[in-house]
């Protein structure tokens, strides 16, 4: 059976696990080289254990009589670990999905699980027995609602709750999505977790997931993936509290800063200053002079960008107190400029018009923040490509100075709400963006055979707007932008609603034809009241994701037969320990006609 015949019975055996990686060091004289660029190191296990060598530097764990030397024959080994990361003197390494994908992607790894091989690729031809100070494997610990052996690692029976997973975004709003979880209870009658605090698990992996014994292993669902955070001990629970992927992008821009030793003629007050960071075409940000305090000086030096990573493309005007002025020795690959002491006086405010590193496209900025400020990397580990792909081809051009310290998940939702669009961390842990797309074929049809309580319908007018304001081509220096005006159906709001209400969206768009679609985009939004619907059914329709259309039964026609409308999910909520899920939709269009149609009011059959 797949995975999808089993998730459309409503009644299988399901289960419920969460897995743990505990951290456990590894002693790095046993690598050894498999090919260019590819170490790799042994494990194996069966129920009665010692350490074993058996040359080569390779290592594992075989019963092998009372000697414990020697190589186990292949057919006594089975699998007995699974190690899902590794961290390298103290950096993340990538999980490689394939050997070929590890060969291909540098600071990555690879486990095979029926091998029992760990393979890494440790980037630069390094020697793992010399180069490396730490080496912390993340080995599974797993507990289950059905104990039992699964892929090989044995799951004890411990899991009695685990949180419901909400993945909901405002419909006002577009910017960072995540799965909201919370904490995970495990039975602790016989004192398994009281050395807990002694073992790696801080900061480790926690992921859950969702299956049954009818299917493999490998087709289980990840259907939530966090870190751990802390734990709390009772007698007879332990409580897991995780914390969601997207902390890990709460920490601020680390760039290069202006200091005195690099530059001993700054003015003091900059002095701490970051250099800043630019994506596109870049309209008036502040430039910082690098040789204020000298006196003498026929011509003073400033800095825009920060070139570390990557070189600008031009430098197109220059301001001092806000009117144009020559400038002279442009130096694109630091990013440089000059100004006379006939147009400049040290303490003049000046700022310059650029087009800063050649990445314009929303999502590779994300990706160029991610890549450089964070261990996570664009590849089939870390994103969903697909989706990435396919709401990249869509979007517009955007320009991003960085002029002050920024949190990466604050820039992040400022891009997403530019394009209209979320960033989501999917429950396998996987980063995608979603687009709304009213078009789109719906994912699925939900029926009141479906449903274990009737739809419920809330009609909230607070999302309302009769007048959209759309700020681009910002400037830097005053954070101020160009606005276009849509009031196009403002009267015609006014006459059906009896309401006038302007919102205003600053963007980081940079031309009036992308303000003017982003205007209209809205208006189809937001220029009426749209019903929003809560539907309760099972966990059939799991797959679904926010952005994704749906066709749903909710009223009851003149002619006794029931109504679909199409809606886009914009809340997902799922209880995994009763198996149950609430669907909020919020109203696209009709399918059919809704002339005299009334919400359904009675009962749905339930489920068992």
Known sequence: MTYTDFIKKPISNKIVMCEIDEGVSFNNEFWIKEEPGIW????AWTERTTDFSYGFGAWGYFAYGDGGTGVLPASERRPSIRIESLL???EQYTKAETLADCRAIDKSFYFDIAT??????PEDDKDPRYDFSSTVLGIVKGYASEEGYYDGVFFEGRLQSIPSITNTKDPLYFGLISFDGGSVTLENLDGHFDTLQEE???????????????IDFSDYETIYSGFFESFVLTENNCTINIREPRKNISRSVNTNLFNLTDYPLLDDGNDGEIIPLGYGEINKQPAIC????????????????DTSKHTIQSIDKVFVEGKSVSFSDINLAEATFNLSNSVYEPGQDVTVSYTGYDISNPLDVIVDLLETYTDIVYTATDFNQTEWEYAKALVPDINLSIIESTKIIDIIGEISSTVQGVFIFQGDGKITFRLREPDRASSATLTTQDYLLPPSQTNPSEEFTSRIRVGYKRAWSNNKNRWYTDESREQELFEKFRLRRTREFPTLLVNEADAITFAADLYDQFGGIFPTFRLTTKTQFLSLQLEDNI??????LPDGLYGKI??????????FNTNQMIITGRFLSYIDSPTGAKLIR?????MD
Request: contains cysteine; glycine residues 6%.
């Open 566 to 575: 199409k809606l886009e999910v914009i809340g997902i909520e799922t209880d």
């Open 602 to 606: 009675l009962k749905a059959p339930q």
């Open 88 to 90: 390298i003197d103290g």
């Open 116 to 121: 029992q091989v760990l393979y890494i690729n």
């Open 551 to 556: 066709d749903a039964e909710v009223y009851i």
């Open 40 to 43: 790799k190191t042994t494990y």
């Open 290 to 305: 690098t040789n204020e305090t000298d006196e003498f000086t026929p011509t003073y030096s400033f800095k825009i960008c």
């Open 200 to 214: 790696d698990v801080y900061g480790q992996r926690v992921r859950i997931k969702f299956g049954s014994r009818d």
